[in-house]
Structure formats: structure tokens, C-alpha cells
């Protein structure tokens, strides 16, 4: 099993920044990719970015060049530092951790809106 915690979210103005945080525990050894979806009201949860073992990431469009998503394999940690938001950009987002069998590890969310 896999447990996320995530930290971070809150209220920002348009063109503000936060960074979300998570906390990994558990078999993380069976973990292959981590990564952050958003789910706005009245949508489905979409991919956000993602991290793989390697290195190697991929960003949904409408975030490439605003967010970028990090690790601390020390710490356990991935982060998404989001920068430029935008009023769009609110949603509740969601840690995620995918084992190398496909199952998929969700954190309970953390809600982020932007407003002025």
C-alpha cells in the first residue's frame, strides 16, 4: 500500500504562485511515476503533470511553462510549483502515485482557488 498527504493549496490572486506538496509512504518501492491531476467543478479530474523514476516529465498543455513538477526521493517528496495561475487553474488537486502494475494511489486532494 501507498499512502500521499498532500499540503500546499489556498487562495491566490491571479498571476500569483503556490506550491503543493506530497508526502509519499509505503511500498514506494513499487512506484513507477508520480504525479498531480486537478479536478474544477463540473469537470473530470485531468491530468496536471507527471514524474517518472527516470527523470523523464510531461505536462498537460494548459500548465506547460506556469508549473513545474519536482521530487526529493531524500525527503519522499513531489512538488508542483505553480506560478502565473490563472482563474482556470482553480480545482481541487490530487496527488498521485502509479505502481509499475498500474494501480493508481490518490491523495485526498487539497483545494487551490484563484481569485482576486
Known amino acids: 500500500q501507498v499512502q500521499l498527504a498532500e499540503s500546499g493549496g489556498g487562495l491566490v490572486q491571479p498571476g500569483g504562485s503556490l506550491r503543493l506538496s506530497c508526502v509519499v509512504s509505503?511500498?514506494?518501492?513499487?512506484?513507477?511515476?508520480r504525479g498531480w491531476y486537478r479536478q474544477a467543478p463540473g469537470k473530470q479530474r485531468e491530468l496536471v503533470a507527471t514524474?517518472?523514476?527516470?527523470?523523464?516529465?510531461n505536462y498537460a498543455d494548459s500548465v506547460k511553462g506556469r508549473f513545474t513538477i519536482s521530487r526529493d526521493n531524500a525527503k519522499n517528496t513531489v512538488s508542483l510549483q505553480m506560478n502565473s495561475l490563472k482563474p482556470e487553474d482553480t480545482a481541487v488537486y490530487y496527488c498521485?502515485?502509479?505502481?509499475?502494475?498500474?494501480?493508481?494511489?490518490w491523495g485526498e486532494g487539497t483545494l487551490v482557488t484563484v481569485s482576486s
Open positions: 509505503g511500498s514506494i518501492f513499487s512506484i513507477n511515476a
Open positions: 514524474i517518472f523514476n527516470g527523470g523523464s516529465t
Open positions: 498521485n502515485s502509479r505502481s509499475y502494475s498500474g494501480i493508481n494511489y
